[in-house]
């Protein structure tokens, strides 16, 4: 059984110690290789400010940084008409790690462009710097596969405070840890046979604070909470009523929160199940009719932020259910899918596509930190 010890290191400290282990491997694999680089732009100086917001903006092929105004200050990837290694296509999961960012690309499926008949694979989990360097990547452009350094939709990644990351590899129905080296050390179910324990296109992974990792089942319709000798402990369904979860996330006061995409709404449940609090992101009577939000993070002050996939859309919703900010164009009286859509590279407010996932930088309440600080990992010890 692999122990995983917290890190208490300073931040600083941590990506310095994770820059050396990079450098290393990246030598030990392919010698003479240099980082390459993708796209970013910006005021650097707002760069990695506690409190901005980094937004998986899927169609748009690209991450973004937004103030909490919305205002844009960095860019990862080019844009929507970029089917190149130069951007992340189809991204789908965002997260900072001090200074870096891991970012999982999960391609465009087949038919789901008219111009793209058979789809653009992007099957990576890479790490990037501020300049969009790619410092370190586990998986391949154009590449599908379950063999080592192969990846089959990988829509969500965890980087884990010893360094390993937590990849969620939806299409090959399997969750792995791998460490820099690209060495798979872990995997679900692993050895576990269990037909009723197999999973369904999952969705998420995220360590827990005592050892077991929590897992969004997403066509099981349920989370589960599994141990490193793959057994399942919990399972959490809302009383039986999710339908195609999105996302789980385990909350500081032991209830885990669930992103309810099937049935538009995120919901809280107790240590046994129970709901305690839910918000539907289509009431809006111009909400598309099924918006399937993607992902939902419980942030320290007690709000929670939404990416409300298809109304293309991020809502920031207090515990009284009031959308406090929503970042992407106002949604259309008689309109589509894509009607509110934009690409623009200044301000989310002039559009955003099918936004996978948004989080607060610094703030991992309810999350894995990266480097193991607070007392626990459902609070990551800042205050907005």
Do not use: C
Request: hydrophobic residues 40%; glycine residues 10%.
């Amino acid at each position: 059984m692999k122990k995983h010890p917290v890190n208490f290191f300073p931040a600083s400290r941590r990506i310095f110690l994770i820059r050396l282990g990079l450098l290393a491997v990246t030598a030990l694999v392919s010698p003479g290789a240099s980082a390459q680089r993708i796209f970013s732009f910006g005021d650097h100086s707002h760069f990695n400010r506690p409190g901005n917001i980094l937004i998986a903006d899927q169609f748009n092929n690209r991450v973004i940084e937004v103030e909490p105004n919305g205002k844009i200050i960095w860019q990862f990837g080019v844009g929507p008409n970029d089917l190149t290694d130069r951007s992340v296509i189809g991204v789908n999961d965002a997260e900072r790690v001090g200074d870096l960012t891991l970012i999982s690309g999960t391609g465009l499926a087949p038919f789901l462009d008219s111009a793209l008949p058979q789809g653009a694979a992007d099957n990576r989990v890479m790490l990037v710097d501020s300049n969009g360097r790619i410092v370190w990547q586990y998986g391949k452009f154009q590449v599908t596969g379950s063999a080592p350094d192969q990846l089959n939709t990988p829509v969500q990644s965890t980087w884990l405070p010893n360094s390993d990351v937590l990849i969620t590899d939806q299409g090959n129905n399997r969750i792995i840890e791998v460490n820099l080296r690209k060495q798979i050390v872990w995997q679900y179910p692993g050895s576990n046979t269990n037909a009723s324990d197999q999973l369904n296109s999952p969705n998420s992974a995220e360590l827990l604070a005592n050892g077991n990792i929590l897992i969004a089942d997403e066509n099981n319709n349920r989370a589960i909470e599994v141990t490193r000798r793959d057994k399942i402990v919990k399972t959490f369904t809302a009383g039986g009523t999710i339908f195609v979860l999105g996302f789980a996330s385990r909350l500081p006061n032991g209830h885990t929160l669930l992103t309810d995409s099937g049935n538009a709404r995120v919901v809280e449940v107790d240590a046994n199940d129970k709901p305690v609090w839910q918000f539907y992101t289509d009431t809006d009577p111009l909400s598309f009719p099924a918006p399937q939000p993607s992902h939902a993070v419980r942030l320290a002050d007690g709000d929670t932020l939404i990416a409300d996939q298809i109304n293309n859309r991020v809502l920031l919703v207090n515990r009284a259910g009031d959308i406090l900010m929503a970042y992407g164009l106002p949604l259309a009286s008689g309109g589509s899918i894509g009607d509110n859509a934009g690409d623009s590279n200044k301000n989310t407010q002039q559009g955003i596509n099918w936004p996978y996932d948004a989080k607060v930088i610094g703030d991992f309440t309810g999350l894995t930190p990266p480097f193991g600080f607070g007392r626990g990992f459902g609070d990551s010890g800042i205050r907005r």
